[in-house]
């Protein structure tokens, strides 16, 4: 396998970062989750475009444009052979010293990894999946707002300990004021009447890049596709929800908390909103063989 690290190529053993790396100390620093599909990275400038917001926010310089980027991402996965694939872009503030300020790093690190994807078992998506509301309350918007896409995950991964805690394979997250966040690695809809809804990022959301394609696939299989908070209540007399991510894609919830959705099915609309995902992710993108 071929790492990118500054712009140089390294193989797995030699790919290494420095003890003294803010992002292993602090966890200060950012990343990104990207899919290739049949030869195309799927939309690339979206998350390119979130990488580049989220180091704004935390005033980290990137030490490339994003057009540098967009090429070494596509690069990396040439050099690594792949048509179908999952890449981490990471970026960390770099080594410094031993206390926070970020202002003794002068070196951030970016990191591209492009492998194999590991994905769900189908079953999970024939059957939809049972998840719970676990304790942990989402970031803060004003302490970590979760739209940065930081690389201190600690949140998310307490309400993931809690799902496994429970037995289910993800967990939705509630905010302080009690409405729906999202899931500790995806965001979550329901489909209630002609109606798609899912949380808005004042919820304390992450911006979703599938979210936003799934939004507008929803609008083009004409339902009203609508930001608003929801409560556990909201949920639990939904006809149909379903968690959407780069990794998992769209994937069906058929129980929370206990309780059954709709029919306890993967419902008809997530069916058709999978089928012309897919669709997209097979036919748009970045080619990586040109
Ligand atoms: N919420 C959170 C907290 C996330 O981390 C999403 C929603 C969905 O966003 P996208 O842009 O992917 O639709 C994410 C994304 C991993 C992994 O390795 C995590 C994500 C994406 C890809 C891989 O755990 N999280």
Redesign the pocket.
């Known amino acids: 396998m071929k790492i990118f690290i500054n712009g140089k190529y390294f193989n797995e053993k030699t790919a290494t970062v420095s003890v003294f790396d803010h992002g292993l100390l602090y966890g200060d620093g950012i990343f990104?989750?990207?899919?290739a599909y049949n030869g195309r990275v799927f939309?690339l400038k979206?998350?390119i475009d979130?990488l580049y917001n989220s180091a704004k926010a935390l005033l980290l310089t990137i030490p490339m444009t994003p057009v540098e980027m967009t090429r070494a991402v596509v690069e990396t996965c040439r050099r690594n052979k792949l048509r179908d694939c999952?890449i981490?872009l990471i970026v960390t503030r770099g080594p410094g010293s031993l206390g926070l300020n970020p202002n003794r790093c002068k070196n951030p690190q970016v990191i591209i990894i492009a492998d194999k994807i590991q994905l769900y078992p189908p079953s999970m998506y024939q059957k939809g999946l049972d998840i719970v509301t676990v304790p942990t309350t989402r970031n803060l918007i004003n302490a970590v707002n979760?739209a940065i896409?930081s690389l201190n995950?600690l949140n998310?991964i307490l309400a993931k300990i809690e799902a496994n805690i429970a037995g289910v394979e993800e967990a939705i997250m509630l905010n302080a004021q009690g409405f729906v966040a999202?899931?500790?690695?995806?965001?979550v809809f329901i489909v209630k009447g002609d109606e798609l809804l899912t949380p808005p990022l004042t919820a304390g959301?992450?911006?979703?890049?599938?979210?936003?394609?799934v939004m507008q696939i929803g609008e083009q299989v004409g339902l009203r596709v609508r930001e608003t908070d929801l409560t556990r209540y909201d949920l639990f007399v939904a006809d149909e929800c379903f968690l959407?991510?780069?990794?998992?894609e769209l994937i069906p919830v058929v129980k929370i908390d206990g309780r059954v959705i709709g029919n306890g099915k993967p419902g008809k609309l997530t069916k058709e909103l999978v089928r012309r995902y897919h669709d997209l992710t097979q036919s748009t993108g970045e080619p990586i063989y040109k």
């Open positions: 990104e989750g990207i899919r939309k979206e998350h979130r999952y981490r979760p896409k995950y998310n999202e899931c500790t690695g995806d965001n959301a992450l911006y979703g890049i599938t979210r936003g394609t959407t991510g780069t990794g998992a």
